[in-house]
């Protein structure tokens, strides 16, 4: 099949322009692209030059009602490699979220964090 890649994630959220600059200032993405969308709903494309995370508000927005680990096609996670996982996660701290689920085993360390849309993210090193 060549080279192929996972180009992107789309996820919505109650204020794009609000989770953009966290993952901007967390992880170093930029902003790729943002306006009109779907729906009538509005995106923020947030990312590196060659993946990204679609933030789609729509006009109106619903609670969530399910739980991503037992719900069939919810999304459980973002993964996110980063260099220095301790940065990583005082920058994650510095937002007030809660880390969790700390892992130190082969292939790497982790951590995970839910935004305040209940977004879960794993941010692993490598390194």
């Not at 609000?18 to 009538?40: C, N």
């Not at 980063?82 to 937002?95: F, P, T």
Request: glycine share 10%; aromatic share 12%; no cysteine.
């Amino acid at each position: 099949m060549g080279n192929t890649f996972l180009e992107h994630v789309n996820a919505t959220v109650s204020d794009p322009a609000k989770t953009a600059a966290m993952l901007v200032d967390v992880f170093g993405w930029h902003i790729r692209w943002e306006g009109d969308s779907i729906h009538g709903g509005h995106t923020i494309h947030v990312g590196t030059d060659t993946s990204y995370v679609a933030l789609y508000k729509p006009p109106a927005l619903t609670a969530k009602d399910y739980a991503n680990y037992t719900t069939v096609g919810g999304l459980n996670h973002l993964g996110i490699v980063v260099d220095d996982l301790d940065a990583a996660e005082k920058k994650v701290d510095s937002y007030g979220f809660k880390t969790h689920s700390h892992a130190d085993y082969e292939p790497g360390r982790r951590f995970y964090f839910h935004d305040d849309d209940g977004v879960e993210f794993e941010v692993v090193s490598y390194a």
